[in-house]
């Protein structure tokens, strides 16, 4: 696969990122206005850095799209010329609906959005994808791209807005739970990175005891709380403090902004 990643900032080189281990390209360009911050990827024999992005879409077929939303009308008329009707267009950018893309390039090219978290970088993002029409017969290109940094689903485009906060953003959320759970730990006499590494596993063990199991996570959780011991104890602390009304208000309120910051 010849691809390219037009705007490699944050999200763009987690992608290349997932790439490069992954081994998933024939080659890969490289697209951002200062090179200079990326310039040691080049040293790969297969990767190409240039701040051209009509050169990086000429000699690709996959264009993944991952610069701000404000940045995406201007690029797309920049290298709408140069597009052929074999060239996929994959776009990460938020809220820059399918009708906004098509207005620009036609609804002739095939065009798939995608909503990745950074732990693409790492393999287990969890992402999710729609298509125009046409791009439903490449969508595929599209599912084994991420299938191989993580998982994917495909989903209507109306809900890629609920979608962005639950997994794009879904990533800091839990971060700041990892965060808490080691400064709990901390509390209670483990070394700061003893803290960090014990909360870490222990939440890679929850998540992949629910996706083993197919399990519900209150099932789960009544094999962990002995009548009157410590677990009930501390879950009913926390929810008496507002721990899940915590979060559902905490999505509700990303999901309230993510529709007022869009471009649509
Ligand atoms: N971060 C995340 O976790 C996620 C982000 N997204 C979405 O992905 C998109 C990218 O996000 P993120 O990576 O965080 O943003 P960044 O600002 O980190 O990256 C955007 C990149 O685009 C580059 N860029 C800007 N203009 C151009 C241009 N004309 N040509 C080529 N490159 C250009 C910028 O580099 P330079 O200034 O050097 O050109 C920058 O590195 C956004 O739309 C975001 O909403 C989606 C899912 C998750
Ligand atoms: O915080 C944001 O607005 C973007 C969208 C998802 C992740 N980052």
């Known amino acids: ?37 990326i310039q040691e990827y080049e040293q790969h024999s297969k990767l190409k850095v240039t701040s051209d992005n009509r050169e990086a879409v000429q000699h690709s077929d996959i264009l993944i799209f991952a610069v701000q939303p404000t940045q995406m009308e201007r690029i797309l008329k920049e290298i709408k010329d140069d597009l052929h009707e074999n060239h996929v267009l994959i776009s990460t950018v938020t809220g820059f609906k399918i009708p906004a893309i098509e207005a620009i390039v036609g609804e002739e090219q095939f065009i798939v959005r995608s909503m990745p978290n950074t732990a693409i970088a790492v393999g287990k993002s969890m992402t999710c994808l729609c298509s125009n ?11 084994a791209i991420f299938n191989r940094l993580g998982t994917s689903i495909i989903i209507p485009e109306n809900k890629m807005q609920a979608a962005t906060v639950i997994c794009a953003s879904g990533i800091a959320f839990w971060m700041r739970l990892i965060r808490a ?24 063990g929850a998540a992949s005891l629910l996706i083993e199991s197919g399990k519900h996570p209150e099932e789960e959780i009544d094999k962990v709380t002995t009548p009157r011991g410590c677990t009930i104890e501390g879950l009913n602390e926390m929810e008496h403090n507002g721990l899940s009304s915590s979060l559902i208000k905490g999505i509700q309120a990303s999901f309230k902004k993510i529709n007022t910051i869009t471009t649509d």
């Open 133 to 143: 029409e046409k791009g439903k017969k490449r969508i595929a290109i599209a599912e």
């Open 181 to 204: 759970t080691t400064q709990g730990a901390v509390q209670l006499g483990f070394d700061a990175k003893d803290a960090h590494e014990l909360s870490m596993q222990t939440c890679l």
């Open 1 to 37: 696969m010849k691809i390219a990643i037009i705007g490699t900032g944050n999200l763009g080189l987690s992608i290349a990122k997932g790439l490069i281990v992954n081994n998933a390209f024939t080659t890969l360009y490289l697209t951002k206005r200062k090179t200079e911050e």
